[in-house]
T-cell receptor
């Protein structure tokens, strides 16, 4: 069964901490994406990547950075976590030219 | 930027009824649309998609309708079952400053099915 795996399902961090959210896919997909999901706001695109070491800003990149050192792994980094970054974070991947995304189960981050 | 939206945040139906979930989009240049279903505790899962050169596409118990004139997308679920209870998202494919394309999602509709 093909998968997008997000290593942490639940995290609790303190304001100002550096946070890493890891995502790994085993489908050899070129494209990877990070969204955040908040009640009443749906899914909003943070960053995406079309290839190793490539990254593009989505709609809400402020306060986030990403890393794509290997094709299968796409990391979301919060350099200094803030309470307004408390959210559900969803990673997804797809083949080049394909529109359908495969999502992970999500990482629920709480920043205190 | 332009965004995809949904008309109703919640929809309640009886088991066996047909459900219709609506979505309005504003980007007339979008050429691809997709519906996802998200069950509690899970990531969104693909249901059905449609390209802008089509008006209708059918799957198993689901139908997507696209009205480009009024920029409206709908998902119809026939004979709704309790297992259909979930949050449903529509999304459109959008260009990002020529960097590439990505799916932009609406706010979601929570479908509740009662027995």
């Amino acid at each position: 069964d093909v998968k997008v795996t997000q290593s942490s399902r639940y995290l609790v961090k303190r304001t100002g901490e550096k946070v890493f959210l890891e995502c790994v896919q085993d489908m050899d997909h070129e494209n990877m994406f990070w969204y955040r999901q908040d009640p009443g706001l749906g899914l909003r695109l943070i960053y995406f990547s079309y290839d190793v070491k490539m990254k593009e800003k989505g709609d809400i990149p402020e306060g986030y950075s990403v890393s794509r050192e290997k094709k299968e792994r796409f990391s979301l980094i919060l350099e200094s976590a803030s309470t307004n970054q408390t959210s559900m974070y969803l990673c997804a991947s797809s083949f080049t030219g394909a529109n359908v995304l495969t999502f992970g189960a999500g990482s629920r981050l709480t920043v205190l | 930027g332009e965004s995809v939206g949904l008309h109703l945040p919640t929809l309640s139906v009886q088991e066996g009824d047909n459900s219709i979930i609506n979505c309005a989009y504003s980007n007339s240049a979008s050429d691809y649309f997709i519906w996802y279903k998200q069950e509690s505790g899970k990531g969104p899962q693909f249901i059905i998609d449609i390209r802008s050169n089509m008006d209708k596409r059918q799957g198993q118990r689901v139908t997507v309708l696209l009205n480009k004139t009024v920029k409206h997308l709908s998902l119809q679920i026939a004979a709704t079952q309790p297992g259909d209870s979930a949050v449903y998202f529509c999304a459109e494919n959008m260009d990002f400053n020529q960097a590439g394309t990505a799916l932009i999602f609406g706010k979601g509709t929570t479908l509740s099915v009662s027995s």
